[in-house]
């Protein structure tokens, strides 16, 4: 199970600086727990954290030119703090597997002479075998689309400082040596791992990417799992949900047992329903289906309320037989029973706990009900500070809320009560 340990982010929109978790030069932090919810009133921040993993997922996949401009951001300008100057930063800091050791990746996104966003840095950073502390040796370094790669697993360059000036990385490029590759990018608004991660002399930088390229982030809306897809089974359910009805297809198909228990828990939680499947209609279109125990006639997708839709649509996410690495959703309380929000919590904290290929998951909340199921240690709380940035701490750092916590006080009633509100 992959997973990320810490995530910092510098200049986009409110997130001026803040970080969550651990990285590699913050010695004694605790790293980010399987399960991971951000909570804070309306307008503190919740919705740009989602959106800078959004952000990084289609950097990769776009280029960071379009990415600026995708999903309504409006452009690099809009996009960095207020007031600020300088490139927007992200830093991540994940493991491929619990005792891989750590890779860091730190990007830069500045403007050019014209106007437009380029990548300024990209760097990726591992420690060798069995170091346990120490500057992480650099196997990818890139300015301005130009820079090294080191082709051997053990083999990067032993940095003492951040002062890895230029002079230092042009002397690099004209020195021929077989253990690492001088690159240039043709394109400097795409990122290099995503040039360098389809080669298979990079297997680091291979891995890395993937594991962005597979991140699922919710943009899930009710009324696209409403639309009317053409038949044909598929494998995942996409960001929106409209393919629901091609999935339930292809679990019907190829997965009857689980399709059938992921309904016998859809039944307890959503009482009355009997039966999901699929109807083809004459020009080859897909109805999803509902049967309630009390009537004879089934209900449509059409027909069915957002609540169910999302339920069902996050147990198809979570039971999926090769889930994404990484899950990251935005309220999902959002039409949803206020009883079921802790079911629905325990459920998340189940998948990330669960198999070997289980998911980490990402959570933005203001629900107290959702919380409740919630540790200390799971819970970040994001609030604007006096200059009107972000700023953000973990529960478990207050010992008031730690203590009243373990007297089996639930977190979410303790958010309610303003005892995780800065006093």
Not at 119 to 146: C, H, M
Not at 281 to 294: A, I, M, P, Y
Request: glycine residues 8%; proline residues 5%; charged residues 30%.
């Amino acid at each position: 199970m992959a997973i990320i340990e810490g995530f910092r982010v510098k200049n986009f929109r409110v997130l001026k600086d803040v970080t969550i978790g651990k990285l590699w030069d913050m010695w004694g932090a605790q790293p980010l727990t399987p399960l991971t919810a951000v909570i804070g009133k309306n307008g503190v921040g919740k919705s740009t954290f989602f959106d800078a993993f959004g952000f990084l997922a289609d950097c990769l996949k776009l280029g960071v030119e379009e990415a600026c401009d995708a999903r309504g951001r409006g452009g690099f300008e809009r996009i960095r703090s207020q007031g600020q100057i300088g490139p927007i930063e992200f830093n991540i800091y994940y493991r491929q597997e619990p005792k891989a050791r750590p890779i860091t990746y730190e990007l830069a996104i500045e403007l050019d002479g014209t106007g437009r966003p380029f990548v300024l840095k990209e760097r990726l950073r591992q420690r060798r075998k069995g170091q346990k502390t120490g500057w992480p040796y650099s196997f990818l370094i890139l300015n301005d689309a130009a820079g090294v790669v080191w082709k051997e697993e053990e083999i990067g360059v032993d940095e003492k400082d951040e002062k890895f000036t230029s002079e230092k990385l042009k002397h690099m490029l004209q020195e021929e040596r077989d253990d690492r590759e001088s690159i240039e990018l043709e394109d400097k608004r795409k990122l290099g791992i995503s040039t360098l991660g389809s080669l298979r002399q990079h297997p680091r930088i291979s891995v890395f990417r993937r594991f962005i390229e597979s991140w699922y982030l919710s943009y899930f809306r009710p009324d696209s799992a409403r639309s009317l897809p053409l038949a044909g089974p598929q494998r995942h359910l996409n960001v929106s949900g409209d393919n629901i009805g091609n999935v339930v297809q292809y679990m019907e198909r190829e997965h009857k047992e689980l399709f059938q228990t992921i309904l016998d828990s859809i039944a307890k939680k959503i009482p009355g329903i009997d039966k999901i499947d699929t109807e083809k209609t004459s020009d080859g279109r897909l109805l999803l289906r509902f049967n309630d125990k009390g009537f004879n006639d089934p209900f449509y997708s059409q027909q069915m309320s957002d609540g169910t839709l999302k339920v069902f649509a996050y147990m198809l996410l979570l039971n999926d037989p090769t889930p994404p690495p990484f899950i990251c959703i935005e309220e999902p309380e959002n039409g949803l029973y206020h009883k079921l929000l802790e079911t629905l919590a325990n459920e998340f904290r189940e998948h990330t706990t669960g198999a070997k290929d289980a998911s980490q998951v990402f959570i933005t909340t203001h629900q107290p009900y959702f919380v409740n199921a919630l540790s200390p240690d799971e819970v970040w709380v994001i609030n604007k500070d006096k200059d009107g940035f972000a700023s953000v701490k973990r529960a478990s750092d207050d010992e008031i809320v730690k203590n009243l916590y373990k007297e089996e006080l639930p977190l979410g009633n303790l958010w309610y009560s303003d005892y995780l509100d800065p006093r």
